[in-house]
């Protein structure tokens, strides 16, 4: 079993550590955040994600898994150092590489052996490169001579479902430059061959194409269908059935062809615009990726004009319940969550709110505090809804699949929804006495 350790305890981070530490290595999770460290210390998990807290407290009870801010000793106790730091879009849409490298030159001044350096985090093409050049250029200014290998090892984590995709993934990409850094690798991922995981094999450059082609494919598939259910709301077709259709076609299958507000999340808008930077960078423009950008940011603003189209451009006087906030359910994260954008336009618009989500309030709070005067926060979805003129779906929590419609007039709450997940039927909804908005249906 190998010694692991994993610098940043961010969502890619503390997952991974506590992963590999249930495969039976040594971990170590390092960040330079003290109030970070200290709750993960006292058994706080920093972030909601299902199954994970179980597997945390429980290798940290046997030993296997342990938390610290010194990157000297997390360095000196490790033979493989997983970089998974934050690597946030710059103003241009570039990645702000600073972390990485910062990392990078931390590792390089307190190693002292041979180490197997891993790029975890999403990083642009060139990246395992410039790590190396990083960490030699610290290890030449301290007069060492220590060899090290970089490595690209992309993660492919969905929120909501990380643990299930980290233990039985689709596959394992590791970018190597020689035969030993590939054998240490799949040493580290060794449980995995029991489930017959594959394996793709490649150079680092390929390995960090893979993880952008992978998301910006995705994120385009995403906006192709959205665009289509607009299409569809003009011509009188319906796009769920037109998506389940082409979903049966093997060639393109029906994963990310559900119509809705816009893509969101950690990676997502971020690896679409980055991708779109290096294509610029390189002299070779990917208009597929600007144009995905842009439609994904339009999707957003076209589900508030659904809103005022039904409910009036001025809509002071109104309060609309708004069900759920994150940018998919299963998470609390809210980064570029389409209701960053709709919830301040229809304040903007003179509505008052009424919000409630399982796990979003506690960022919401923060992400909000700007319209925090026309919000109220509610503990569920009958206390949202009522004395409503509208009610919004913008998160498919599992819990809003199965609203009891029948209280919405003991609750005096009009009954009008937008659907914007298209979890409920039109005709169904109709013969409730609603009227009905979904996308593209």
Request: proline content about 4%; glycine content about 8%.
């Amino acid at each position: 079993m190998a010694n692991i350790a994993v610098i940043g305890t961010g969502y890619v981070g503390l997952v991974s550590g506590a992963l590999f530490s249930d495969f039976g290595h040594t971990v170590v999770c390092v960040d330079n955040d003290e109030q970070k460290i200290d709750r993960l210390l006292n058994g706080e998990i920093p972030i909601y994600e299902p199954g994970l807290e179980p597997i945390v407290t429980n290798n940290v009870y046997y030993k296997r898994l342990r938390f610290t801010t010194d990157l000297k000793q997390a360095v000196g106790a490790s033979d493989i150092i997983f970089i998974a730091v934050g690597t946030p879009p710059a103003h241009d849409g570039s990645v702000d590489m600073q972390y990485v490298l910062a990392a990078a030159r931390g590792i390089a001044e307190h190693m002292d052996a041979y180490k197997v350096i891993v790029d975890k985090s999403t990083v642009p093409v060139g990246t395992g490169q410039r790590v190396r050049s990083e960490m030699q250029e610290v290890l030449d200014r301290r007069g060492v001579d220590i060899s090290f290998d970089v490595v690209s090892n992309p993660e492919f984590l969905r929120e909501g479902s990380a643990v299930q995709d980290f233990t039985h993934p689709d596959r394992v990409v590791i970018g190597t430059e020689n035969e030993k850094a590939l054998d240490i690798m799949k040493d580290v991922y060794r449980v995995l061959f029991l489930n017959e995981t594959p394996f793709v094999e490649t150079d680092i450059e390929t390995a960090e194409m893979i993880k952008y082609a992978s998301n910006a494919f995705l994120a385009m598939k995403i906006t192709f269908i959205n665009e289509l259910a607009n299409v569809c709301e003009k011509v009188g077709a319906n796009v769920q059935k037109v998506a389940k259709a082409m979903g049966q076609d093997g060639r393109i299958s029906p994963k990310f062809l559900h119509a809705g507000p816009g893509y969101g999340g950690s990676c997502f808008p971020k690896d679409t615009k980055a991708l779109a930077e290096i294509a610029r960078s390189c002299g070779e423009p990917m208009k597929l990726m600007d144009a995905t950008v842009e439609a994904n940011e339009k999707q957003k603003l076209r589900m508030v004009r659904k809103i005022t189209g039904e409910l009036g451009e001025d809509l002071h006087g109104k309060t609309i319940a708004i069900l759920g906030i994150t940018f998919k359910p299963k998470t609390d994260d809210m980064r570029d969550s389409p209701s960053l954008v709709i919830l301040p336009e229809l304040v903007k618009c003179g509505a008052k709110l009424r919000v409630t989500d399982p796990q979003g309030k506690k960022e919401g709070l923060w992400r909000f505090k700007d319209i925090s005067e026309n919000l109220t926060w509610c503990t569920d979805i009958y206390s949202a809804v009522e004395q409503s003129d509208a009610t919004v779906i913008l998160t498919e929590w599992h819990q809003f699949r199965a609203i009891d419609f029948t209280r919405y007039e003991a609750l005096g709450a009009k009954k009008v929804l937008f659907d914007l997940r298209n979890i409920y039927r039109r005709d169904q909804m109709e013969q409730l006495g609603f009227v009905y908005h979904g996308v593209g249906v």
